[in-house]
């Protein structure tokens, strides 16, 4: 069994995933879709690494891929030094009492026909974790610790509204104690005051459990509240990473600018920002030669679209790929 010598709790190497296109009468595979290409990070113990990016960066994709809903085509991923890739059944269904997932659907994620005392005592009966009475009462300490009245555990997810069904979703991601947990957008589907409650949540959550988080959002300014350091993903790379504060407060890519440009603004003294960014995403499926960014880059040189930028280390564990940073 693979194993390194990391101080991190989740490293992720060269990770790669493309999906086939298959067209045509005999199903061959045409193409593939770049969602994830060459991507590398780490995450400590007790630590939020916020996600973001525009929508087709590839950012829920790596997620899965770190708690191996999907198969990378490439790469590492170690897990407190062991390579997550080389398990495979019962010694992988072990593993995944230490990482799980919170998912951004709270009602498409959890199964209409259970009631939600069954759901949150589902890893428990999998992994088979005490009797039929132990299990019931870790439910409704469960159920009480993300701020549900125990009572509950009879009702059905349709009878939840959308904040308490996500709640619902964070104690079943949380009932193995696991050391690991991807939220992926998990308030975005949220009215912003119920947003403030479950990201308050996971923060009480991570200081009391010491979980470390991949924290995937399209809003940034949940991003800034939550995370300790931020990645900016745009067509399947990471375009810079380091710390949130430095990031969002002098951010070096071109693109991570244009993204903190375009959140919106309370201050109306703030004034207009520079010009949205022009032209659309390019196709994952065929990306453009050099770097990515250049066709809707505003400070772009000929020699952009050309050679591809790697991650520069800035100093103060800052990274960019940009020639021109």
Known sequence: MKSVETTALIEARNLV???????????????????????????DRGETLGLVGETGSGKTTVGRCLVRLMEPTSGSIFFEGE?????????????????????????GSLNPRMTVGAIVAEPLVIHKLGNRRERTERVAALLERVGLDPSVMSRYPHEFSG???????????????????????????????????????????????GMGYLFIAHGLN???????????????RIVEIGPTREIFTGALHPY??????????LDPSAGKGPPPL????????????????????????????????????????????????
Do not use: W
Request: glycine residues 6%; proline residues 7%.
């Open 17 to 43: 995933k493309y999906f086939p296109v298959r067209r045509g009468f005999f199903n061959r595979v045409a193409a593939h879709v770049h969602a994830v290409d060459d991507v590398s990070f780490s995450i």
């Open 83 to 107: 390579d997550l890739l080389t398990l495979k059944g019962r010694k992988l269904r072990e593993k995944r009492r230490d990482f799980q997932i919170v998912f951004q659907d709270p009602f």
């Open 163 to 209: 904040g308490q069904r996500q709640r619902v979703g964070i104690a079943r991601a949380i009932a193995l104690k696991p050391r690991f947990v991807v939220c992926d957008e998990p308030v975005s589907a949220l009215d912003v005051s119920v947003q403030a409650q479950i990201v308050n949540l996971l923060q009480d959550l991570q200081e009391e459990l």
């Open 222 to 236: 949940v991003v800034a509240h939550i995370s300790t350091r931020t990645a900016v993903m745009y067509l399947g």
């Open 256 to 265: 991570t600018k244009a993204l903190l440009e375009a959140a919106p603004k």
């Open 278 to 325: 022009e032209g659309d995403l390019p196709s994952n499926m065929d990306p453009p030669p050099g770097c990515r960014f250049a066709a809707r880059c505003p400070i772009a040189r000929p020699d952009c679209s050309e050679k591809e930028p790697q991650l520069r280390d800035f100093g103060g564990d800052r990274f960019a790929a940009c020639h021109y940073a």
